[in-house]
């Protein structure tokens, strides 16, 4: 079962994706910052991240570094960031440290769903090739 770790402040927007995530078949878990999600992922070891980026305590750009540059391990996890953050250089800044993706809010479900499948299936092709991570 693929397990993805939605990382988001605002209580009614996680809430929904947390919904549609599950609705559509995967394991979902839940952080409100990115300290807690960096607990989580640790873990947790989720297969994919859903992360915004403007957040207290550590925003979704910190967390996706610790994570490349303190945690070998998980290193591999795709990060789909999801932000209110719509200007080009926050989306290059992301693509460039290796995010698998970034959308844009409001939220597009058909969108991220077909974004999180794609994830999926890089992930299934990866674990039949023997290089899971």
Not at 6 to 33: H, K, P, W, Y
Not at 36 to 65: K, R, Y
Not at 95 to 114: E, R, W
Request: some cysteine; overall charge negative; aromatic content about 6%.
């Amino acid at each position: 079962m693929i397990t993805i770790l939605c990382v988001e402040d605002e209580d009614d927007i996680r809430n929904l994706l947390v919904e549609e995530i599950s609705e559509a078949g995967f394991t979902t878990l839940e952080a409100t910052n990115g300290k807690q999600a960096l607990d989580l992922i640790i873990s947790n070891w989720p297969d994919i991240v859903v992360c915004d980026i403007t957040m207290p305590e550590m925003n979704g750009h910190q967390l996706f570094a610790e994570i490349q540059m303190n945690h070998e391990q998980l290193a591999n996890i795709p990060f789909i960031f999801l932000t209110a953050l719509s200007d080009k250089d926050n989306m290059v800044t992301a693509l460039k440290a290796g995010a698998a993706d970034y959308l844009t809010k409001p939220v597009d479900f058909d969108l991220l769903m077909a974004k999180i499948q794609g994830c999926v299936a890089r992930l299934e092709n990866d674990r039949k090739m023997g290089r899971a991570f």
